[in-house]
């Protein structure tokens, strides 16, 4: 298949050649740009599009891919929040996606931001450099007994539950319906009230959705415990992050980790170390000592990129030879 991937790195480049190579035959074209409608005209003559998170995928762009002849879309993540279903299956295009990757790499790094805010790694790290062995200001807790909210308790949520029940952490879960496998590892199903005012860390493992869109706002914030650590390695706009911000500045927020944010298209996967940040909220986060955030990276690693090739590929060459693919959100 002849297939415009926008929005390329050079490690998609590289993880996607090499799938390529191992066990298909597509036609790829690597573009820097993002899709949205200013870039969609590039995919002219091209029957698949392949995308990633801040790729613009709505009515109009899937318009004028239609009009270029383009039939298909190939996500290479596994969140759709940023494609226009309907629209899509209106033009009859199908869409795909990667439904798990590697769910541990999210997990991981979940914990990753849970542990560094914790024990004050990201201020340690400097610290020492600095010359200052001074262990004022870097106190943590223990994890152990110490009770986390998960929401959404998929593929991910799961193996976040997993693991910090290896901490011996106790773990709630809230879900619209609960999974077997988390009950399996003593996850505790509970509303989402119970969740809030019970946990003293809580981590957002479900997807954007007009239903979870602003999910954590102030209202959920004040059922919260005072001092509660908030992780979101979802997507940015559950969290409604001003009203974050002044949780944090009351106190009441005790730790933000983030590797997602509402307005993140702007910023992330792109080094802007030389402009003037524009985005006012997201500077006000870098001020405070308790807010570590990663630029959409969870992720990030080697088996999860070589696994998104893979999928991503064959979920091509399924459409290519049977017009099925099981990795089908629409069309
Ligand atoms: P999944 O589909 O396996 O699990 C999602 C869970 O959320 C399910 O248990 C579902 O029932 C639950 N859910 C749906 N609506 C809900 C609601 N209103 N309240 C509470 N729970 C709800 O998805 P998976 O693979 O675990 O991924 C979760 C999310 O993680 C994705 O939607 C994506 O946005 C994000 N993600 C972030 C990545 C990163 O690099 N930061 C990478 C991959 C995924």
Known sequence: MKVAVFSTKPYDQTFLTQANDEAHA??????????????????????????????????????????????????????????????????????????AYS????????????????????????????????????????????????????????????????????????????????????????SLDELFSLSDIITLHCPLTPETHHLIDANAMAKMKDGVMLINTSRGAIVDTSAVIEGLKSGHIGYLGLDVYEEEGDLFFEDQSNLVLQDDVFARLLTFPNVVITGHQAFFTRNALESIAHTTLGNLTE??????????VAG
């Not at 298909?72 to 596994?78: G, I, S």
């Not at 049977?322 to 990795?327: A, D, I, L, P, V």
């Open 103 to 190: 769910p541990y790499a999210v997990a991981e790094h979940t914990v990753a931001l849970m542990l560094t805010l914790n024990r004050q790694i990201h201020r340690a790290y400097h610290r020492i450099r600095d010359g200052n062995f001074a262990l004022d200001g870097l106190l943590g807790f223990d994890l152990r007994g110490r009770t986390v909210g998960v929401i959404g308790t998929g593929q991910i949520g799961v193996e976040v539950a997993r693991i910090m029940r290896g901490f011996g952490c106790r773990v709630l879960g809230h879900a619209p319906a609960p999974n077997p496998e988390a009950e399996a590892l003593g996850v505790e199903y509970v």
């Open 319 to 328: 459409l290519e030879e049977s017009g099925e693919c099981e990795n089908r």
């Open 26 to 99: 597509h036609e790829l074209t690597f573009l820097e740009t993002r899709l949205n409608e200013a870039t969609a005209a590039l995919a002219k003559g091209f029957e698949a599009v392949c995308v990633f998170v801040n790729d613009q995928v709505d009515a109009l762009v899937l318009e004028q891919l239609a009009a270029g002849g383009t039939r298909v879309v190939a996500l290479r993540c596994a969140g759709f929040n940023n494609v226009d279903l309907k629209a899509a299956q209106r033009l009859g295009m199908k869409v795909v996606r990667v439904p």
